[in-house]
T-cell receptor, first 111, second 113 residues
Framework: DQQVKQNSPSLSVQEGRISILNCDYT??????FLWYKKYPAEGPTFLIS?????DKNEDGRFTVFLNKSAKHLSLHIVPSQPGDSAVYFC??????????FGTGTRLKVLA | DTEVTQTPKHLVMGMTNKKSLKCEQH?????MYWYKQKAKKPPELMFV???????INESVPSRFSPECPNSSLLNLHLHALQPEDSALYLC????????????FGPGTRLLVL
């Protein structure tokens, strides 16, 4: 039973345009969400997080939006750059327990 | 500095071998984690150490044996592994257990023959 879902396994975006990566979750008790980026042969790199008391968090080119009623999380990257090409994982944290990761979305930014 | 280092980068071992994976962080973090990641799958939590004590074992088989010799080091001892244990093993750390952002190392890619 996948509690955190990333339904798009891959996404291609032109350089300079917006990349939108989506994540859905099933458990309303999740109180903290994160996005990680992973390059091949490297460990996941933390990008940005958001607490369930907020609906938006911004850090440079990266913005995470949280829609609690829809149990939906999205990561916006503006403008997209070729170096952003990687696999992006969302992760959710139940109130007192571990991170649960989604299956990842492979982003390809075309030059 | 948010660096977590792992050695070796790659490891090939037979089913009768004994080997160890090593993880190190110098960020003063007091929680350290082992994850296993199979191809095209998300990382799966194996163990959590908090203040050098094992606090979570996600029902991992005993052929995996974690050890935390001090607050900066985390080892994973491997013995009598199976081919299906081949995966990327990731170490992570956070300032406190399960409440703060986890920072990951580059992983050790393990192949069991």
């Amino acid at each position: 039973d996948q509690q955190v879902k990333q339904n798009s396994p891959s996404l291609s975006v032109q350089e300079g345009r917006i990349s939108i990566l989506n994540c859905d979750y099933t458990n309303s008790m999740f109180d903290y969400f994160l996005w990680y980026k992973k390059y091949p042969a490297e460990g996941p790199t933390f990008l940005i997080s958001i607490s369930s008391i907020k609906d938006k968090n911004e850090d440079g080119r990266f913005t995470v939006f949280l829609n609690k009623s829809a149990k939906h999380l999205s990561l916006h990257i503006v403008p997209s750059q070729p170096g952003d090409s990687a696999v992006y994982f969302c992760a959710a944290r139940p109130e007192t327990y571990k991170y649960i990761f989604g299956t990842g979305t492979r982003l390809k930014v075309l030059a | 500095d948010t660096e977590v280092t792992q050695t070796p980068k790659h490891l090939v071992m037979g089913m009768t071998n004994k080997k160890s994976l090593k993880c190190e962080q110098h960020m003063g973090h007091r929680a350290m984690y082992w994850y296993k990641q199979k191809a095209k799958k998300p990382p799966e939590l194996m163990f959590v150490y908090s203040y050098e004590k094992l606090s979570i074992n996600e029902s991992v088989p005993s052929r995996f044996s974690p050890e935390c010799p001090n607050s900066s080091l985390l080892n994973l001892h491997l013995h009598a592994l199976q081919p299906e244990d081949s995966a990327l093993y990731l170490c992570a750390s956070s300032s406190r257990q399960l409440q703060e952002t986890q920072y990951f190392g580059p992983g050790t890619r393990l192949l069991v023959l």
